[in-house]
C-alpha cells in the first residue's frame, strides 16, 4: 500500500467527503483495535454510525486518491492513538503539595487581612485637616501635576540635573587646533619663498650696487671715486652683463646663484673640473 | 441528562473547607493526575513544562472548586483548565526561550516507561523504531497551532467524544470538527513522509 498523498484540490465530491473520510478512519482504527471486523467492504453500511456511509461507500469506490487518503489516515490515527500514556512523575506530588499549601496559606492571609475591622478616622483628624493650611509651594506643584503631569515631571527632574563643567581637556584640544595640515603646509612654503625673494633681492642690491659703481669710477675724475657721493647723488647706475657660462660670473655672484640652487651649480663646476 | 460521575467527590470536596492535598480533594487529585499530566506533555512537548502546567491546573481547581456549579462536565472543567494552562505555559516558555536542560534518558521518556510496564517481550530494534517514531510524531503535534494541539490531543490521546471536546474548549460542534479535520491535514503533511519511512519499509 502506498501512503503517496494525494492532490488536495480535487474536487467537491472528495472535499464532501473530507471529514466523513476522517470519522471512517477513526471508527476502523477503533474496531481494529477493539478486535472487530473492520475492512472496508464489510456489512458495515447498516452498522456505521456516519450518516453518509453509504454515499462515501459509493465515493471510494470510483475515488483512489480518497482510498489513499483514507488508507493514509488511519495509519495517522493508529499512531496517534497509539502514543503512550504517560504517567505523572512522583514529584508532581509534593510540588503539588507545596503550591496547594502556598495557596491555602495565602487564602487565609486574604480572609484574615478582610476580616479586619476597619478603623473609622478619629474627629481630631478632620479638626486638624480644617485648619491645617497648605504650603504655597505645595499647591503650585498640585496644580502644574493636574494641568500637564508629563511636563511638571519633566521640569521638576530637569532642574535637578547637575550642571556639568567643560573639562580641561576641552581646551587643550582647542588650544592646540590650528589650520588643517594641507593648509598649514601651503602656507609655510608661501612664506618661505616670499622670504627667499626678499632677502635675494636685498643680496643682489646690496652686491651688484658698489661694483658697478666702482665699475663707472675706473677711468673718472678719481676724487669722485674716493668719495663716492657724488655718484649716489646722480643715482645708481645699472649696467647690465651678458655671460655665456657660469664659469664667466663674478664670484660672489656664482656663490649666490649657488646658493639658490641648493649647490647645483657648484656640482656642475666640480663635475666639469673633473673631467 | 447524565449524571456527572465526579458530582459525589466535587460536592464533598465543596462540604470541607480546603485544606491541601488531603481527604476527597486528594482522590479527586488521585483520580485526575495522570490525565491532566498526560494533556500538558503532549502540549507542552517536555516533562518540565508539562509538571508546571499540571501544577498551575489543580491548583487552579483547588481554588477555584468551591465555585463549580456543574454546568458542564467536571471532566471537562480539567481539561479546559489543563489545556489553557499548558498552552499558556508553551506561550510564556516560547517568548522566553532556553534550550532546556532536561535530557531524555531512558527515565523521563514516557515511552520507556511503558516499554518496562509491558509484559511482552520487544526487540530491541522494533522498540528503537517505535521509539524515534513517537518522537517524530510528539515533534509534529507540537508543531500545530496550540488549538489544533490541543484538539488531537484531546480526541486521540484522551480519546474524548467530539460533544466532550466542545464542551471542554467551549466551542461548538462544529467548529470541533472543522478544527479537526484542518489538524489532519497539517498532520498528513508533518507525518506522510515519517510514515513512509517507518510503515512502508
Known amino acids: ?275 | 441528562m447524565k449524571v456527572d460521575p465526579d458530582r459525589e467527590l466535587v460536592e464533598a470536596c465543596q462540604a470541607t473547607a480546603p485544606s491541601g492535598l488531603e481527604g476527597a480533594f486528594r482522590r479527586l487529585y488521585d483520580q485526575y493526575k495522570d490525565r491532566v499530566y498526560n494533556v500538558c506533555f503532549r502540549i507542552t512537548g517536555n516533562a518540565t513544562d508539562a509538571l508546571d502546567a499540571s501544577q498551575e491546573t489543580f491548583g487552579i481547581m483547588f481554588r477555584k472548586l468551591a465555585d463549580f456549579r456543574f454546568e458542564s462536565k467536571f471532566s471537562s472543567w480539567v481539561y479546559r483548565i489543563a489545556v489553557n494552562a499548558a498552552i499558556d505555559h508553551k506561550r510564556r516558555a516560547a517568548s522566553r526561550w532556553l534550550p532546556s536542560l532536561e535530557v531524555q534518558n531512558e527515565s523521563t521518556r514516557p515511552s520507556a516507561r511503558a516499554d518496562l510496564r509491558d509484559d511482552r517481550t520487544e526487540a530491541p530494534l522494533h522498540a528503537a523504531t517505535r521509539h524515534e517514531l513517537e518522537a517524530e510524531i510528539q515533534s509534529a503535534i507540537s508543531r500545530l497551532t496550540p488549538k489544533m494541539r490541543a484538539i488531537v490531543v484531546l480526541r486521540f490521546v484522551e480519546n474524548l467524544s467530539y460533544e466532550e471536546i466542545s464542551e471542554a474548549l467551549q466551542i461548538s460542534l462544529g467548529t470541533v470538527k472543522s478544527r479537526l479535520s484542518r489538524a489532519h491535514e497539517a498532520l498528513d503533511r508533518e507525518l506522510t513522509p515519517v510514515l513512509d519511512r517507518h510503515y512502508l519499509r
Not at chain 1, 669710477?217 to 674716493?226: H, P
Not at chain 1, 643715482?235 to 649657488?258: M, N
Open chain 1, 1 to 275: 500500500m502506498s501512503l503517496e498523498r494525494a492532490p488536495q484540490d480535487r474536487g467537491q465530491d472528495c472535499n464532501a467527503a473530507r471529514f466523513a473520510l476522517l470519522q471512517r478512519a477513526e471508527r476502523r482504527v477503533e474496531e481494529a483495535k477493539a478486535g472487530t471486523d473492520g475492512s472496508i467492504d464489510d456489512s458495515g453500511s447498516a452498522q456505521l454510525r456516519d450518516a453518509y456511509a453509504s454515499s462515501l461507500d459509493a465515493h471510494l469506490s470510483r475515488c483512489a486518491a480518497c482510498r489513499r487518503d483514507l488508507a493514509r489516515a488511519e495509519v495517522r490515527i493508529a499512531f496517534l492513538r497509539d502514543l503512550a500514556r504517560v504517567e505523572a512523575p512522583a514529584e508532581m506530588d509534593g510540588a503539588i503539595v507545596a503550591a496547594l499549601q502556598a495557596g491555602a496559606r495565602q487564602s487565609r492571609a486574604i480572609r484574615a487581612l478582610t476580616a479586619l475591622t476597619p478603623f473609622s478616622a478619629p474627629d481630631a483628624l478632620a479638626r486638624r485637616i480644617a485648619v491645617s493650611r497648605t504650603p504655597a509651594v505645595l499647591d503650585r506643584l498640585v496644580g502644574e501635576d493636574l494641568v500637564d503631569p508629563a511636563k511638571a515631571l519633566a521640569s521638576r527632574y530637569a532642574g535637578r540635573l547637575e550642571r556639568l563643567r567643560a573639562p580641561a581637556d576641552l581646551e587643550h584640544r582647542l588650544g592646540s587646533a590650528g589650520p588643517r595640515p594641507a593648509t598649514r603646509v601651503l602656507t609655510t612654503v608661501l612664506l618661505a619663498a616670499g622670504l627667499v625673494l626678499v632677502l635675494g633681492s636685498l643680496v643682489l642690491t646690496q652686491v651688484l650696487r658698489p661694483r658697478h659703481m666702482g665699475t663707472e669710477t675706473a677711468g673718472t675724475d678719481s676724487a669722485q671715486a674716493r668719495s663716492g657721493t657724488q655718484a649716489a647723488d646722480r643715482g645708481p647706475l645699472l649696467i647690465v652683463e651678458h655671460v655665456d657660462s657660469v664659469r664667466s660670473l663674478d664670484p660672489v655672484a656664482a656663490d649666490v646663484l649657488s646658493g639658490f640652487t641648493g649647490g647645483w651649480v657648484d656640482a656642475q663646476r666640480i663635475a666639469r673640473e673633473k673631467l
